[in-house]
């Protein structure tokens, strides 16, 4: 599977929006580019994903390079409730597993 | 619609004993996957089942097995437990139909063996 590095932490304020950053120079052309991401003490849950085009939703936006080599989530308002830890994971059509790395851990200060 | 469902919640058991871990997956979805957590090695897939046949297998010894059943509810069971095997095993589910359908991850089972 390609690989996507991830910063380990990152801190925001309080309703400033967030830009977590994610790198996969590796990725293939059929790897789709998902997040998800994990509150504490739960399990993970889906946040948004993309193939090449930018992508909305009510939770986040996911920006996509050109190149595909490294993609943006961003929370147009951080809030407490989303510290958490945010993985950046590509998936293919063949692909069941999601491979989680590491991600990174979002601390939101008020 | 309700969520993806695990039982127990919390368990201890003492080494060398085996653990079963059960798993109701959201109504409709026919894929269910197994994780553990760990603060070491972080999530990590174990396998994953669809309509009953196990689909896909990470990287994990014979110990650890899973099954499922044709209402799609699965379990998995963990034999001569090892005190490393203390972890938060997570289960997903999914639509199964392509590789990159959304999973909705249960709360978890948080095991500790003694």
């Known amino acids: 599977d390609a690989k996507t590095t991830q910063p380990n932490s990152m801190e925001s304020n309080e309703e400033e929006p967030v830009h977590l950053p994610c790198n996969h120079s590796t990725i293939s052309g059929t790897d789709y580019i998902h997040w998800y991401r994990q509150l504490p003490s739960q399990g993970p849950e889906y946040v948004i994903h993309g193939l090449t085009s930018n992508v909305n939703n009510r939770m986040a936006s996911l920006a996509i390079a050109e190149d595909r080599k490294s993609s943006t989530l961003i929370l147009h308002r951080a809030t407490l409730r989303d510290a958490a830890v945010y993985y950046c994971i590509l998936r293919d059509n063949s692909g069941y597993a999601l491979n989680f790395g590491k991600g990174t851990s979002l601390l939101v200060t008020p | 619609k309700a969520g993806v469902t695990q039982t127990p919640r919390y368990l201890i058991k003492t080494r060398g004993q085996q653990v079963t871990l059960s798993c109701s997956p959201i109504s409709g979805h026919r894929s269910v996957s197994w994780y553990q957590q760990t603060p070491g090695q972080g999530l990590q897939f174990l396998f994953e089942y669809f309509s009953e046949t196990q689909r896909n297998k990470g990287n994990f010894p014979g110990r650890f097995s899973g099954r499922q059943f044709s209402n799609s509810r699965s379990e998995m069971n963990v034999s001569t437990l090892e005190l490393g095997d203390s972890a938060l095993y997570l289960c997903?589910?999914?639509?199964?139909?392509?590789?990159?359908?959304?999973?909705?991850f249960g709360p978890g089972t948080r095991l500790t063996v003694l």
């Open positions: 997903a589910s999914s639509r199964g139909d392509v590789g990159t359908d959304t999973q909705y």
